[in-house]
Antibody
Framework: EVQLVESGGGLVQPGGSLRLSCAAS????????MDWVRQAPGKGLEWVGR??????????EYAASVKGRFTISRDDSKKSLYLQMNSLKTEDTAVYHC???????????WGQGTLVTVSS | DIQMTQSPSSLSASVGDSVTITCRAS??????LDWIQQKPGKAPKSLIY???SLQGGVPSRFSGSGSGTDFTLTISNLQPEDFATYYC?????????FGPGTKVDFK
């Protein structure tokens, strides 16, 4: 059974940092691109960014709203995905979902998410 | 960026009804269009990929069509577990973008 379990969310002050983790199981993690998608309270879905796999040099893509502040990384040996968030803003408050990308590039499996609240 | 719009933003229906949700892209995205279902407090779930292909385990009452800029999601014989919010999403180019969602609730 595919499982994606996020952790690391919490309350942080504006300007602060937080690192989210996503533990994957039930599939060959290293074979997949992985994404982060967020959802602000009561709002829709917003794509945050992507990490490709080793064969694609682990290259990354980011939404303009987080580029330069957020960094996506992965550790295939630990089957884990990470999101390092720096210079956090109140508008970064959201549930952050870890998402598997299929071979046809659709977002085929989503984690439950972890809540990040940026507030003073 | 490619903008995605959906209509209606919400609709009310009854069990057994057939409903159709429309999604439009601001430019040609070929068939790089997926549909995602989200229930309150739950993880989003992929329903349809490549505009019309059903994700494994998804009931056949869900169907998708379209290409280019105009797409539809149809749910036939609506079931109680189908009341949810539905999002379209394009992956033709970065950044990936989602429609604003269509909430399907009980009439």
């Amino acid at each position: 059974e595919v499982q994606l379990v996020e952790s690391g969310g919490g309350l942080v002050q504006p300007g602060g940092s937080l690192r989210l983790s996503c533990a994957a199981s039930g599939f060959t993690f290293s074979d997949h691109y992985m994404d982060w998608v967020r959802q602000a309270p009561g709002k829709g879905l917003e794509w945050v960014g992507r990490t490709r796999k080793k064969a694609n040099s682990y290259t990354t893509e980011y939404a303009a709203s987080v580029k330069g502040r957020f960094t996506i990384s992965r550790d295939d040996s630990k089957k884990s995905l990470y999101l390092q968030m720096n210079s956090l803003k109140t508008e970064d408050t959201a549930v952050y979902h870890c998402v598997r990308v299929s071979g046809t590039y659709n977002l085929d499996f989503w984690g439950q998410g972890t809540l990040v609240t940026v507030s003073s | 960026d490619i903008q995605m719009t959906q209509s209606p933003s919400s609709l009310s229906a009854s069990v057994g009804d057939s409903v159709t949700i429309t999604c439009r892209a601001s430019q040609d995205i070929s068939s790089y269009l997926d549909w995602i279902q989200q229930k309150p407090g739950k993880a989003p779930k992929s329903l349809i990929y490549a505009a019309s292909s059903l994700q494994g385990g998804v009931p056949s009452r869900f169907s998708g069509s379209g290409s280019g800029t105009d797409f539809t999601l149809t749910i036939s014989n609506l079931q109680p577990e189908d009341f949810a919010t539905y999002y379209c999403q394009q992956h033709k180019s970065y950044p990936l973008t989602f429609g604003p969602g269509t909430k399907v609730d009980f009439k």
